[in-house]
């Protein structure tokens, strides 16, 4: 599951250019959508709600990569990549929609000529506090578990020219069920595209991809949880200890956080502009168990009280690979320009 914390590092012009597509995605209910894109079920939950998603908040970040060897670090390098984060929200009675996205690539001029890019959205309506339908869709860069020197060894020998492949993956939670389908999606890598123009692609040709359908019945008479839906529960959370299930790919995992305050960190974090409330900065340790597997990935991110979203996120890519998000505040982020417009 950490893998989906891997949708790390993208350019600043991209960084806008997704952000704006987040705030096109939020108004698709009044809006006339490629015929493509209509046919994800992320976006026809969104359209469906005709609750109106406005002023998203959105943070971005620079990722910094360290390599080690046997636990020592031997090479570090800031700027590896950017990602971001966002969040909607809208409310209307008793209902509540909540859009979650996840997104970024790496800079190949940056990491030896490696590709790696990903995207997770999420939609989720509730009713009464619950999740009574969510869907979701998402890909990252088709890779294997590899050592170091393997990896060493894959980006010195790749030919430019080659095809780019991604697992792709889209679902949809209803009460007592949870379905997925999975697929790859090949794209052609002569060129380098823009994380926002790679999304566009594999979002018009997942609908045409072989996929693999699974089905997982929920006890629950709500809809099972996804995956950036529990992280803010357990974010929001006033409890230093949370636990929460949820299922991704089908699949059942438990997520368990333990929040602890840190005046060190949120005093460094005030020093380089980053918060103007150090004393409020806290810790967040997660951990995601996959139930029936048993296998065991954890991570950890700050955040201060004034959003929802990270201040900094850590978590080891591969047993020789520590990436570090870090946010980066910029003068005019869409959610504030949409404050000034209202």
């Known amino acids: 599951m950490i893998r989906k914390l891997e949708l790390s590092m993208l350019s600043r012009r991209e960084f806008w250019r997704l952000a704006a597509g987040l705030s096109g995605l939020a108004q698709v209910a009044g809006r006339t959508r490629a015929a493509a894109a209509s046919r994800l079920k992320v976006d026809a939950l969104l359209a469906a709600s005709e609750l109106d998603l406005r002023c998203p908040m959105v943070r971005n970040y620079r990722a910094d990569a360290v390599v080690t060897l046997l636990g020592m670090p031997v090479f570090a390098r800031k700027g590896v990549g950017a990602a971001f984060a966002a969040i909607g929200e809208a409310a209307k009675g008793d209902r509540r929609l909540i859009a979650l996205r996840f997104a970024g690539g790496s800079h190949p001029d940056r990491t030896h000529g490696l590709l790696y890019d990903g995207s997770l959205e999420e939609v989720t309506v509730e009713r009464d506090s619950s999740p009574a339908r969510a869907a979701y869709f998402g890909f990252v860069t088709s890779s294997k578990d590899e050592t170091y ?98 299922v991704h790919s089908a699949r059942e995992y438990r997520l368990e956080c ?59 890519a591969r047993s020789y690979l520590r990436i570090s998000l870090e946010y980066e505040p910029v003068e005019a982020q869409p959610n504030q320009k949409c404050k000034e417009e209202t």
């Not at 823009?194 to 018009?204: F, H, K, S, V």
């Not at 929920?218 to 949880?225: E, N, R």
């Not at 949120?266 to 150090?278: D, E, F, I, R």
């Open 258 to 316: 333990e929040r602890t305050p840190d005046p060190r960190t949120g005093a460094a974090m005030a020093a380089n502009g980053l918060t103007n409330q150090a004393g409020a900065v806290m810790r967040f340790t997660v951990r995601l168990s996959a139930l029936a597997t048993r296998q065991v990935s954890t991570f950890r991110l700050w955040l201060d009280n004034q959003s929802p979203l990270p201040l900094r996120i850590e978590y080891a």
């Open 149 to 246: 020197e393997q990896a060493r060894k894959r980006v010195l020998s790749s030919q430019k020219g080659m095809s780019a492949s991604y697992v792709a993956v889209e679902g949809l939670h209803i009460a007592g069920c949870a379905r997925c389908e999975k697929g790859i999606v090949s794209v052609d890598d002569t060129r380098r595209l823009e994380l926002a123009e790679l999304n566009q692609r594999i979002r018009e040709e997942f609908s045409d991809t072989e996929r693999i359908a699974k089905q997982l019945a929920t006890s629950s008479s709500s809809a099972a949880p996804t995956f950036l839906y529990a992280m803010l529960a357990a974010l929001r959370s006033a409890e230093v200890r949370s636990q929460l299930n949820y």
